[in-house]
């Protein structure tokens, strides 16, 4: 079965930078595009990067444009955020998930990872 | 990359059915087949409920229906039962190349 497992979350000083792993199994990873989604505490979803099945194309969130990184390695099965400059308001539990190719919705997620940027 | 609305909170009471609305515009729900809609439980991970506007994967219970008319698509639960109680939230792939989702809206079963 499809799963897909964070790791990499943590307390952050304002500044530092932090990279998410997600780690995917279950499923032909290098078939399929991937999202990060990330949830403020107490707040809504909000969509900030995708990356397709081969790396080719990256599109990200106004937010994280210019500090945030998407990537993956195909080798290890593994997707990746890699987060600079971050800001107190990038406080948030952080979601990967898979895109489905045929109507682009997230159609698996994993159980997320908590991020917390705090002096 | 402006949210799409939707009301903050619905309810009803089990067996009545409930409509949750998402407006968004021509860039976004208006523009693409590719709406989707989530259910999340506190402290879960979101579960997608419907996709391509409405279309339910399988799994999910045929009380969920999605539609959608000009720049608002609408969720709908048939038969409400207490497991529905959850936060719902829409989503649109955009013009920007982009997804946006919705402010999420509280389902209440009374």
């Known amino acids: 079965q499809v799963q897909l497992v964070e790791s990499g979350g943590g307390v952050v000083q304002p500044g530092r930078s932090l990279r998410l792993s997600c780690a995917a199994s279950?499923?032909?990873?290098?078939?399929?595009?991937m999202h990060w989604v990330r949830q403020a505490p107490g707040k809504g979803l909000e969509w900030i990067a995708f990356i397709s099945y081969d790396g080719s194309k990256k599109w990200y969130a106004d937010s994280v444009e210019g500090r945030f990184t998407i990537s993956r390695d195909i080798s290890k099965n593994t997707l990746y955020l890699q987060m600079n400059s971050l800001r107190p308001e990038d406080t948030a539990v952080y979601f990967c998930a898979r895109h489905n190719t045929g109507d682009y919705s997230c159609d698996y997620w994993g159980q997320g990872t908590l991020v917390t940027v705090s002096s | 990359q402006s949210a799409l609305t939707q009301p903050a909170s619905v309810s009803g009471s089990p067996g009545q059915s409930i409509t949750i609305s998402c407006s968004g515009s021509s860039s976004d729900v208006g523009g693409y087949t590719y709406v989707s809609w989530y259910q999340q439980h506190p402290g879960k991970a979101p579960k997608l409920m419907i996709s391509?506007?409405?279309n339910r994967p399988s799994g999910v219970s045929n009380r969920f229906s999605g539609s959608k008319s000009g720049n608002t698509a609408s969720l709908t639960i048939s038969g409400l039962q207490a497991e529905d109680e959850a936060d719902y939230y829409c989503?649109?792939?955009?013009?920007?190349?982009?997804?946006?989702f919705g402010g999420g809206t509280k389902l209440t079963v009374l």
């Open positions: 391509d506007v409405s």
């Open positions: 279950g499923f032909t990873f290098s078939g399929y595009g």
């Open positions: 989503s649109s792939y955009t013009s920007s190349s982009t997804w946006v």
